[in-house]
Nanobody
Framework: QVQLVESGGGLVQPGGSLRLSCAAS????????LGWYRQAPGKERELVAV???????TYADPVKGRFTISRDNVKNMVYLQMNSLKPEDTAVYLC?????????WGQGTQVTVSS
């Protein structure tokens, strides 16, 4: 059974940092594209960052220069390093793995940025 399990969320002050992790129980992990999404209360889910199977990364404009996505194909992990956090970054953060034939979601981890 495929599972994606996020961790690393929590409460942080504005300007602080958090590192999110997502552990994936996926066969052929290296061929999946991986992404982090977030969903704030009352808002639609939005893409935060992507790292492709080939290692190319892309970021949503609001997080460029502050967030970094990375993957470890040995440990089957994807990470999101978040720096200079702002209150508007508050959301549930979810990881996603996909390829042409299928896609999988984690259940999310809460990130709250507040003083």
């Amino acid at each position: 059974q495929v599972q994606l399990v996020e961790s690393g969320g929590g409460l942080v002050q504005p300007g602080g940092s958090l590192r999110l992790s997502c552990a994936a129980s996926l066969n052929f992990f290296r061929i999946f594209n991986l992404g982090w999404y977030r969903q704030a209360p009352g808002k639609e889910r939005e893409l935060v960052a992507v790292v492709t199977s080939g290692g190319t990364t892309t970021y949503a404009d609001p997080v460029k220069g502050r967030f970094t996505i990375s993957r470890d194909n040995v440990k089957n992990m994807v990470y999101l390093q978040m720096n200079s956090l702002k209150p508007e970054d508050t959301a549930v953060y979810l990881c996603k793995a996909w390829r042409v034939s299928d896609n999988y979601w984690g259940q999310g981890t809460q990130v709250t940025v507040s003083s």
